[in-house]
């Protein structure tokens, strides 16, 4: 009984603080142990995830209006290249047409392709029609680029009778310094000329 008496008696509470506190201190070595081996979450001012977090949450709301936005920009890039060039110009409804028929189907191409596509098309179905329709579109650009050329001396044709009519226009009556032809008569003349 003597070594009874030499071990100290523990209240209740003691035992029951003792073991609250070695429960917490193994929870915070495990939680420790855990945040070790839990893999590093990137931090929200790293871009990249940032970002793909953003477009996660907006895609599915906006994500078609911004294509719908893209397309359009590209459409009207496409449109401008395209038709900046005088040798599409007669071919436009049809390519046009073809054009909307695919974004319609959700198959946008370029104009280039398709207006190729339609070359191709018309030559195969009737080569002669083709080769007449081709002629007469150059002979369209001939005349064009001949009715604006310069008017210089060597003129024939139209481009003598718009000098003539030029020539009259221009006269300066020598005393006043004013013109000869009133503006009204110069108008008239000149109706139709491009310079």
């Known amino acids: 009984m003597a070594e009874e008496q030499d071990q100290p008696e523990y209240a209740k509470e003691q035992i029951d603080a003792y073991i609250a506190e070695q429960v917490k201190a193994n929870m915070a070595a495990i939680q420790q142990a855990e945040a070790a081996n839990r893999p590093q979450q990137q931090q929200p001012d790293d871009k990249v995830a940032y ?3 953003v477009r996660e949450v907006l895609d599915p709301i906006y994500g078609i209006h911004v294509d719908a936005a ?4 590209a459409d ?5 290249d ?3 060039d005088d040798i599409h110009r ?3 409804e049809e390519v046009e047409a073809a054009f909307q028929l695919a ?11 398709l207006y ?10 009737d080569p002669t029609k083709f080769t007449e329709r081709q002629k007469a579109i150059q002979q369209k650009q001939l005349d064009r680029a001949s009715a604006s050329g310069d008017v210089g001396g060597g003129v024939v044709g139209r481009e003598r009778e718009a000098v003539a009519a030029l020539s009259d226009v221009t006269k300066v ?3 006043t310094g004013k013109y000869v032809m009133p503006l009204a008569d110069m108008e008239k003349a000149l109706e139709g000329m491009t310079f």
């Open 116 to 125: 190729r596509y339609i070359l191709g098309d018309t030559y195969t179905n």
């Open 103 to 113: 974004k319609q189907q959700g198959r946008p191409t370029s104009r280039n392709t």
């Open 82 to 84: 395209f038709y900046n």
């Open 51 to 53: 970002e793909k977090q």
């Open 76 to 80: 009207a890039k496409d449109y401008v």
């Open 173 to 175: 009556d020598p005393n």
């Open 90 to 92: 007669e071919y436009k």
């Open 70 to 73: 893209n397309f359009n920009a």
